[in-house]
């Protein structure tokens, strides 16, 4: 069984900066993208941010410029800088990866969520 375990996040003032990261363990395993989404109360979970196994990005619009993520293979860990945050990036964030186990099944990962306050 695979799991992802999200850690950072917190309480920030507009205009600061939160890293937030997310790390795959479990059985043998092979992680392809990794996505970081998030969901304020009474929205829907949209995607933030993704990167592909070879390193390519591609963000929503909102954070484009402000966000920069990031990932470790060798750690099987993906990574998320904000920067220019603002009171609506508030949201529960959730680290998102698509996993193949060598048992031969894939896997569509979700962490735990972790909660990024931006106060005005």
């Known amino acids: 069984q695979v799991q992802l375990v999200e850690s950072g996040g917190g309480l920030v003032q507009a205009g600061g900066s939160l890293g937030l990261s997310c790390a795959a363990s479990?059985?043998?395993?092979?992680?392809?993208?990794m996505a970081w989404y998030r969901q304020a109360p009474g929205n829907q979970r949209t995607l933030v941010a993704k990167?592909?196994?070879?390193?390519?990005?591609n963000y929503a619009d909102s954070v484009k410029g402000r966000f920069t993520i990031a990932r470790d293979n060798a750690k099987n860990t993906v990574y998320l800088q904000m920067n220019g945050l603002k009171p609506e990036d508030t949201a529960v964030y959730y680290c998102?990866?698509?996993?193949?186990?060598?048992?031969?099944?894939?896997?569509?990962?979700w962490g735990q969520g972790t909660q990024v306050t931006v106060s005005s």
């Open positions: 998102n990866a698509d996993i193949y186990v060598w048992t031969g099944s894939f896997l569509d990962a």
């Open positions: 479990g059985s043998t395993f092979t992680v392809n993208d």
């Open positions: 990167i592909t196994s070879a390193g390519n990005r």
